[in-house]
């Protein structure tokens, strides 16, 4: 289970250096899981109470739209921190559902232990700050890309920088994360 730790601490120190006491508080407050594919961590009409980081794996956050489609909001492209971040961090009743799509190692923190981390650590609340900056910019920018680029557009953006998502994960959440239809996923990959 060491390696669940030291993917997370390789994973923080690319955004700041974690000192040993916030480290210490990590593999205390940090519960490692292994959770099979398909199976739901966290479900749409309840206050999501982890904050996962992923270690290994795929996962997925999506909502069930009102002509009752599944709409892919979120795929992993290796270790990062992964949840409905507005519901978890307000504590409310969330849309979303996060879903393994393979086998996953997984840590996670309760919202409660976020919050003892946030008044005990040094780092925690940079870290925080840093780790939501980074998810509401990415949010930008598919928000950008969803209204500027052609369908061809996104696809070849999202090729270029989700190889590992490409080989994982199936056709369907990839067209619906990309918002366009499978058939018309499977012909911009005919077409390369």
Do not use: W
Request: hydrophobic content about 35%; overall charge neutral.
């Amino acid at each position: 289970m060491n390696h669940y730790y030291e993917k997370l601490f390789e994973y923080i120190a690319e955004i700041l250096i974690l000192p040993e006491h916030d480290r210490v508080m990590c593999r205390q407050q940090f519960k490692p899981i292994f959770v099979p594919k398909d199976t739901i961590i966290e479900k749409a009409g309840t206050v999501h109470q982890n904050h996962t980081f992923i270690v290994s794996g795929f996962l997925r956050n999506f909502h069930i739209d009102s002509n009752g489609n599944e709409i892919t909001n979120d795929l992993n492209e290796g270790s990062r921190f992964f949840t409905s971040y507005f519901h978890f961090m307000n504590r409310s009743v969330s849309n979303e559902n996060i879903q393994t799509i393979t086998d996953c190692e997984l840590l996670q923190i309760s919202r409660d232990d976020v919050d003892i981390a946030a008044s005990q650590g040094i780092t925690q609340k940079d870290y925080t700050v840093q780790i939501l900056n980074k998810r509401l910019e990415a949010n930008k920018q598919r928000a950008f890309d969803m209204a500027n680029l052609s369908a061809e557009e996104r696809y070849n953006k999202f090729v270029k920088e989700n190889p590992n998502i490409i080989q994982n994960v199936p056709l369907g959440y990839i067209a619906s994360y990309l918002g366009i239809t499978q058939r018309h996923l499977s012909r911009l990959r005919k077409e390369k």
